[in-house]
């Protein structure tokens, strides 16, 4: 694929990082269009949460934070913006004063994008996102998941409401956008509302790993373990940076002490390598309760650390499109997230 210079991030050799406006790694601004494989986009949407607010602000505070990333992996070598189009898409539509119009709005919104072969990377706002992301991207299959979060978001209500962020995991379960037995569930801890806090994933058949499980088996092993449940299909990311140690992530919502560490978040990402990825977030950084910063930058880091695999896994699945329409002319390709090939 020649590399289309629309979708080039500025070169910081010849516009410095700290010029011009912000955009996901200073990506090119772009709309909804199929010559796009990747959108970064913004939900800046916190109307789901219960304690502190501020998520709404996370596109904004990431987007300036991305203004230091560069374009190629230290580890895999992945380039990203060579393998594919990437593009800010901005921001998904919300009414700051209607929970259940933003989620219509956010879900329409993802099912255009969606439709034009585009493998969305959502910033939030607040854990309720992946809700009409998943309406919007899984309505045609149940995929797997993999869930980093100190909260296992299943509680069944909060407040008489059905849709928040403490629940988006039960409603994607219970609306069969998600295969139970291709869910990981890791970070999980901090005091519980009550006993049976977390039953609801165990009882759906979740692979769960608690901080207190990760520390006894250890990095290598909790990777085996998300690589055997997440096997083969389309997977989605769903990122909670409150999943992360509060030490290197203050800047949220609902924050646990005892979390993991950015360096271990980006190992256990990076083990995605290889698998069908078709979306992701990362949710609840809330910049303005952190004045150091760090939060953002965390989290511009780990967004990049899915750009990379994702468009590993976007390239590799257009290939395979390819191949299975050359070998059997006529069929549809196999696996999605499913774009015409371009040559
Ligand atoms: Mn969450």
Request: charged share 25%; aromatic share 4%; glycine share 10%.
């Amino acid at each position: 694929m020649p590399r289309d210079e629309r979708f080039q991030p500025r070169d910081a050799s010849v516009s410095p990082r700290f010029a011009d406006v912000a955009t996901f790694m200073r990506c090119q601004r772009h709309e909804i269009s199929e010559d796009i494989d990747i959108g970064l986009i913004g939900v800046p949407f916190d109307l789901g949460t219960n304690y502190r607010v501020g998520a709404r602000h996370g596109p904004a505070g990431v987007r300036e934070a991305s203004r230091l990333i560069r374009r190629i992996h230290p580890t895999s070598g992945i380039k990203p913006f060579d393998i594919c189009n990437v593009a800010d898409l901005g921001d998904a539509p919300v009414n700051p004063l209607d929970l259940d119009a933003s989620i219509r709005m956010i879900e329409d919104h993802f099912a255009a994008l969606h439709g034009a072969g585009i493998v969305p990377i959502a910033v939030g706002g607040d854990h309720t996102i992946p809700i009409p992301i998943l309406r919007a991207i899984a309505k045609d299959r149940p995929v797997g998941v993999f869930h980093v979060d100190a909260h296992a978001d299943t509680l069944d209500e909060m407040f008489g409401t059905k849709v928040n962020h403490a629940t988006f995991m039960r409603r994607a379960t219970e609306e069969g956008l998600i295969d139970p037995k291709r869910v990981v569930q890791i970070g999980l801890r901090g005091s519980r509302f009550g006993e049976d806090d977390i039953q609801y994933g165990q009882d759906a058949g979740y692979t769960l790993i608690t901080m207190d499980d990760y520390e006894d088996m250890g990095r290598a092993k909790a990777i085996e373990i998300i690589g055997a449940t997440l096997g083969d299909g389309p997977i989605y990311i769903s990122l909670d940076i409150d999943g992360l140690d509060p030490a290197h992530a203050i800047g949220t919502g609902v924050p646990e002490i005892g979390g993991l560490l950015p360096r271990d978040m980006q190992v256990m990402l990076r083990s995605l390598r290889g698998q069908e990825l078709i979306g992701a977030d990362i949710s609840e950084v809330a910049p303005a309760l952190d004045p150091s910063g760090l939060t953002c930058v965390t989290a511009a880091n780990l967004m990049f650390e899915m750009l990379c695999v994702i468009a590993d896994s976007v390239a590799a699945h257009r290939k395979g499109a390819r191949d299975a329409s050359s070998a059997d002319a006529g069929s549809a390709p196999a696996r999605s997230p499913a774009r015409p090939p371009r040559s």
